[in-house]
Every structure is written in structure tokens, then in C-alpha cells.
């Protein structure tokens, strides 16, 4: 009866039963009679049997007990005794049960220090956290070999490096949570690189990033090697002693000084980090992962910018190889969010990796574009509109470099459409007097302009609402003053914008145009004189009362107006005759020209390089007249053009004065419209004054003035 009430205390009370055996038992772990020890193990193995099979606290520190003993710890005489007889550290590690790993392990650890086999026993860890980092579920022995891995290897990597980079950086097939995300990773893996990157010497440490940076091996883990890559730059352990207020325009140290190939490697790292996020996660998760990655790129090239075309070839033949569409598609983002951060990357691109750069592009909502802040001060300068004598000229200057903005920039400008829209509205509310005498006439036709240089770009889908409402304000200004005969050019401008805007989406377009069928009916009307109006307004059906614009269906697309030739036909004759150079008929050519271009720019196009050949005309009246052509086609449409370049460059290096100073006048307007080739320009003409007697002074300041106007002040 004792017996069985004693049994039912230990199960009932436990708050005294285990204070009890542990009080009994604890001390006896730590005897050195074998007697004692086993008159312990049967008290315990003859309470279990008694107690039985129920749920009791008690019975898992009298098992323990048990299991313990029975499993007995090696002493060091025995662990000295197997490893004389070829057993390895590694096996021993590996058949020891957890409950006494940790007593093996530090004994073990004795035995390998006193017969200088550390090497042995690093390797043995090393290759245990790679096997048990490789299984689906986390062992418990994996916190203890790593402290030992630690204690015994404080760099981390020198014994067994290539097992040891394994470690590190290798892929795992375990998946852990992350700020809320399920990546793909090592368990340890923080914390052993943080311990690689704070007690590694830098020799070490730059041997690491040799060796991982050598090739992108698919083996190690993108992510691993990206944040060890990163945790370098910004160690606070570099920065001490620095000055903690750092200027204005500081650049970081450039701590990782890698060469081409090296940086070559890195980006296809992120590129892979970008694919594996998007499978494990989403797009959203890896363009943002990609943003983060960007810093790291830009901190390795620093100042180097001799490394970013090499950067640029390297994307964009990724983003055109259609065998893997997800690597090109990361490929294609991150040479985005480049450009977003350096601009002059679009710079380095043919005109295939250009159209499919620009074409496959949604960064309409993306933030930090170093181009934003220029192109909303520019384009709210140009909005201004003050009433100033000088508003004119300088108005001119603003448009041209929006215009060349636009030109070489157009994804980043239309940024900036929605503020473009909004700048235009209320003004069509004045008299037609004081909408041309406040400059807002001039403003509409400054922004057509751009909108021009803006296709196609501009019809795409995710600026639909900003392109519809800026359309709305030219809809409202021809409804208020569509009788007065002055906007006939700028109609034609719209009507044509409007037509290629339903060449480039028509269900879209004509959907829209519908709404303002009764304007365009209207309008035609007013110009029945503008062909291009009548053919457009034909394929518009009319609305009819009460009936629903957004459930119609438009099958039918208008024909639209045959574009006008290039150039008229007799200026073949006038061609031929600007091969002269010289003469009153070259200079009636010209002149020719000169009046159809004042209407219609485009014309100069194809022409430029004849018109280009006369530069160097002995004829100063010709001379002039040539450079200003060339100057007005350059303004038409602000991109680099070899040939004018190579023309103007023959000027400057040209010996005769008269030939050079012609040229010097027009240097502000080529080097605005051309400054992707800005500086050796600059250089050039500075060189001209250091070593002639021509002063070049005023020119090279007029032209910084003028880009300087791109700041819009």
C-alpha cells in the first residue's frame, strides 16, 4: 500500500517528485563509482516499470538518467585509444548520440590539441554542417559545431577552404523565414559570416573574394555571396577613426577595387539572386532585392566610369538572349534600374538592344531616378510663363533642352507627364489676346514638341490617363478659340500626333476619340481645308444620345492621311547643286531650303550630310547658313549624329580662322544638342585657346551657361 502511494505521489506531485530526483540524481552524473552509477540506473529502470506508461514529468528525468549511463561517455584514454586505430574524428562526431555530443566533443577536442591534429577535426566539423545544412530538418548538433568550428578555426576559412567555402556560400536545400519570406539558406549562415567579415584578417578576406568572384559558380548561393560582398563595404570596423561628418559630396572608398571581370562576375550573381527570388517569391520581391543590390554595384564601380560600358555590353547581351527568357528578363530590370541612377547608359546601347531597352520598360512608379528632379525643374521652368521681355530667348533655351531630354530620354521625361498635363490647364480660359500675349500659345506649341519626340513611347498603356488628360487641354483650347485661323499649324500638329496614336493601339484611341467626336466635328467644320482633319474625323463614328462610350465596340479603323514625301522632288537638283561648296547658286539652294525648313524641319533630315559639306565653304554667307540648317535640324530632333559630329570637329581643326570662327559661334547649340560628346568638344576648344591666338573664352562660357539652363534656372 506504501508502495503504491509513493508511486502515485511521484506521478501527481511533480513539483516535488523532480526536485526530488534530481537532487538524488545530479550528483551522481558527475561520480566516479561505476557501483553507485548502477545502483542509480536500476533505482531508475525499476520506477519506470512500476509507474508504467502514463504522462508524468517525472519520467523523462529518470529515462534521461537511464539513457545516459547506458550510452556512457568515452574518456579521453578511449577516444586517444580510436583514433590511434585510423577511426577519424569525423566518425566519432558522427555515431555519437546528441545527449553526449557535447562531452565527446569537448574531449575529443583535448585529444586532437594534444596529438596537433586540428586539421583533422576542423575538416570533420566542416564537413558535418555541410551534410546536416543540406538535410530538410535542422539537427541539434548543428549550434555545437559551430561554436567548436569558431573556437578551433577563428577565420573560418584556411584549413579545408574549399569545404569550407561550401559552408559558407554553398546552396542548401533548407528553407527558413526571413523578414517574412521563405528563401533558401543555411540556418548558420548569418552568423558565421558575420564572424568570417569581423575576425578574418583582410588577406583572408580578399582571397575569399577572389575566389568567389573568379567565375559565377552556380554551386554557391547568390544571396550568401552578395551579403558577404556588402557586410565588406560597410564594416564599421573600416570606419574607425574617420571623420563622422562626412561632406557634401563625398565618395565612398572604393574597398573591394575590383577589375573588370571580377565586377563582370558580381552582376551576374545579382542577376541570378534576382531569378531565384522571383520563382521562390514574386517579381515585386526581386525588382525590390535588385534596388538593393544597385548600391553595391555603383560602390564597386565609384568613380571608375571606364567600367560601366563594360557593365552595360554585358546586361544587354543577356537581355537579348532569348534561350533563358527569366535570366533575360532580370538582366532587363536591373540594366533599368541602372539607368534610372545613371542615365548615360542608354548611351552605350545599339539600336536593337535600345528599342527592346526602352520598349519592354514599366518604371513609371519606380522612385529615384537621378533625372527626375532635373527634368521637373526644367519642364516647371518652361511652364512658367512670366511676362518678361526676355521670356522669349529663354524660353527657346529651356525648350531645347527639355527637347534634347526628351529626345535621348524619353521613358525617364514621360515620368513627368501626369505634371506636364496638369501645367497646361486653365489657361484656355483667357481671351485669345492675352492666351498669345502671356507666352501660353507658346507653350502649347513647346509641349506638342514634345509630345512629338515622345513617340511611340508615349501611346503605351500606363500613361494612358496622363496622355488623355494632356490631349484634353489642346481639345479645350481648339474648342475656345478653334475659330481663329492662327492655330492651323498647331492643329495639324495634333491631328497628326492623333493619328499616330491610333496607328500605334486603334481600339484605345478611337475609344478615347469618341468622347470628343462633337469637338472634331467641329473643328472640321472651322478647317475644312486640312485634309488630315477630314480623314481622321471620317472613321469617328458620333455617339449617339444615351448610349454608353465605354461598351463600344470599334471595328472599323479610319484611313489614315498618306504621309507628304521627304523631300520634293526638284530638290534633287538642288542637291547636286550644294556639291559645289561655292557659288551665288549653292547660296539660292540654301536659301531655298532654308524657307521650307522655317515650316517644316523634318525636311533637313535626309539632307544633312550634303548640307554638312559646306561648312567649309570659302563663302562666308554660305558658311553661315549651313551651320544654322544643321543647328535648326539638330533642334528639330537633339540626338547624336556622326556625321554632323565629324563635320564640325573638321571645322575646329580646320586652318583657317574664318572656317574655325563660324564654327565657334555655333559651338553652345552642337554641344547642347550633342552632349553625349560634350566634353572632348569642350577639351578641343579649350586646347584651341591654350595653344593659338583665338580666344575661346566666351564661347566655352556661353555654352556652360546653356547647360547649365538644364537646371532649370
Known amino acids: 500500500m506504501q508502495v503504491k502511494q509513493f508511486l502515485a505521489s511521484l506521478v501527481h506531485m511533480p513539483q516535488y517528485s523532480c526536485t526530488l530526483m534530481r537532487v538524488i540524481l545530479l550528483p551522481l552524473k558527475r561520480s566516479t563509482s561505476k557501483h ?20 508524468a514529468p517525472v519520467l523523462s528525468i529518470l529515462r534521461d538518467f537511464a539513457n545516459v549511463q547506458l550510452t556512457k561517455t568515452p574518456q579521453r584514454a578511449e577516444l586517444s585509444m580510436l583514433m590511434s586505430h585510423g577511426e577519424s574524428p569525423g566518425s566519432i562526431l558522427e555515431n555519437t548520440d546528441p545527449v553526449n555530443l557535447e562531452g565527446v566533443g569537448r574531449k575529443l577536442l583535448d585529444v586532437c590539441l594534444k596529438q596537433q591534429k586540428n586539421d583533422d577535426l576542423v575538416e570533420a566539423m566542416a564537413r558535418l554542417l555541410v551534410s546536416d545544412s543540406n538535410e530538410d530538418a535542422l539537427k541539434p548538433r548543428m549550434g555545437l559545431l559551430i561554436d567548436w568550428l569558431a573556437s578551433v578555426e577563428p577565420e573560418l576559412i584556411g584549413i579545408c577552404p574549399n569545404l569550407q567555402m561550401k559552408l559558407l556560400f554553398g546552396k542548401a536545400k533548407m528553407h527558413i523565414n526571413i523578414d517574412k519570406n521563405v528563401v533558401s539558406s543555411h540556418s548558420c549562415r548569418p552568423y558565421l559570416l558575420t564572424l568570417l567579415t569581423h575576425t578574418a584578417s583582410w588577406t583572408t578576406l580578399y582571397k575569399c573574394v577572389g575566389h568567389l568572384l573568379d ?29 563622422k561628418f562626412t561632406p557634401k559630396h563625398y565618395v565612398p572608398e572604393n574597398i573591394l577595387l575590383l577589375e573588370e571581370r571580377q565586377l563582370l562576375n558580381l552582376v551576374a550573381y545579382i542577376v541570378s539572386e534576382g531569378v531565384i527570388i522571383c520563382k521562390m517569391q514574386n517579381r515585386n520581391a526581386a525588382l525590390a532585392r535588385m534596388d538593393i543590390r544597385l548600391d553595391l554595384l555603383l560602390h564597386c564601380i565609384s568613380t571608375e566610369d571606364s567600367l560601366i560600358p563594360n557593365v552595360v555590353n554585358y546586361l544587354a547581351e543577356r537581355m537579348m538572349d532569348n534561350t533563358d527568357a527569366d535570366s533575360a528578363d532580370m538582366a532587363h530590370q536591373f540594366l533599368l534600374h541602372m539607368y534610372m541612377k545613371i542615365p548615360k547608359v ?34 516647371t521652368a518652361l511652364a512658367a510663363t512670366p511676362r518678361q521681355k526676355s521670356w522669349n530667348s529663354k524660353s527657346q533655351e529651356f525648350e531645347l533642352c527639355a527637347r534634347k531630354m526628351a529626345a535621348v530620354h524619353p521613358i525617364l521625361v514621360l515620368r513627368q507627364l501626369p505634371m506636364l498635363a496638369s501645367s497646361l490647364m486653365g489657361r484656355c480660359y483667357l481671351d485669345f489676346g492675352s492666351f498669345r500675349s502671356g ?33 484634353g487641354n489642346y481639345f479645350q483650347c481648339f474648342q475656345n478659340y478653334g475659330h481663329i485661323k492662327d492655330l492651323v499649324s498647331l492643329l495639324n500638329r495634333f491631328v497628326s500626333l492623333l493619328q499616330s496614336y491610333v496607328s500605334h493601339d ?151 580662322a574664318d ?55
Open 506 to 656: 486603334p481600339q484605345r484611341a478611337l475609344k478615347y476619340l469618341q468622347k470628343h467626336a462633337h469637338a472634331l466635328h467641329e473643328l472640321q467644320v472651322h478647317y475644312s481645308n486640312v485634309p488630315a482633319l477630314r480623314t481622321l474625323v471620317s472613321g469617328i463614328p458620333m455617339p449617339r444620345e444615351g448610349e454608353d462610350m465605354d461598351d463600344i465596340l470599334i471595328t472599323v479603323t479610319p484611313a489614315l492621311h498618306p504621309p507628304e514625301p521627304t523631300i520634293p522632288q526638284h530638290w534633287q537638283s538642288l542637291l547636286t547643286t550644294l556639291a559645289k561648296l561655292h557659288g551665288e547658286d549653292v547660296l539660292s539652294a540654301l536659301q531655298e531650303i532654308e524657307h521650307v525648313a522655317l515650316r517644316k524641319p523634318s525636311v533637313l533630315e535626309p539632307i544633312t550630310d550634303n548640307i554638312a559639306e559646306l561648312l567649309v565653304s570659302p563663302q562666308s554667307n554660305i558658311r553661315s547658313l549651313a551651320h544654322s540648317l544643321l543647328a535648326r535640324a539638330l533642334k528639330y530632333r537633339p540626338t547624336s549624329n556622326a556625321n554632323i559630329l565629324s563635320a564640325f570637329q573638321r571645322c575646329l581643326d580646320s586652318h583657317r
Open 346 to 379: 542608354i548611351c552605350y546601347l545599339d539600336t536593337f538592344q535600345a528599342s527592346k531597352f526602352v520598349n519592354g520598360s514599366r518604371i513609371t512608379d519606380w522612385t529615384g531616378s537621378v533625372l527626375d528632379c532635373m527634368s521637373h525643374s526644367l519642364l
Open 36 to 55: 553507485v552509477i548502477e545502483l542509480a540506473r536500476n533505482m531508475c529502470l525499476n520506477l519506470i516499470s512500476l509507474i508504467g506508461d502514463v504522462k
Open 439 to 471: 507666352h501660353h500659345l507658346n507653350l502649347f506649341n513647346q509641349v506638342m514638341g514634345l509630345l512629338e519626340l515622345l513617340q511611340p513611347h508615349l501611346f503605351n498603356e500606363q500613361h494612358e490617363t496622363a496622355l488623355e488628360n494632356t490631349l
Open 659 to 713: 572656317v574655325l570662327m563660324s564654327a565657334l559661334e555655333k559651338l553652345p547649340d552642337i554641344v547642347l544638342c550633342m552632349q553625349e560628346h560634350a566634353l572632348p568638344l569642350l577639351q578641343r576648344v579649350f586646347e584651341l585657346g591654350v595653344n593659338s591666338n583665338v580666344n575661346t573664352i566666351p564661347y566655352i562660357t556661353k555654352t556652360i551657361a546653356l547647360l547649365n539652363t538644364q537646371q532649370g534656372c
Open 215 to 243: 567565375k559565377c559558380d552556380d554551386g554557391y548561393d547568390s544571396t550568401a555571396v552578395l551579403d558577404f560582398l556588402w557586410a565588406l563595404t560597410c564594416n564599421p570596423k573600416l570606419w574607425q577613426g574617420r571623420d
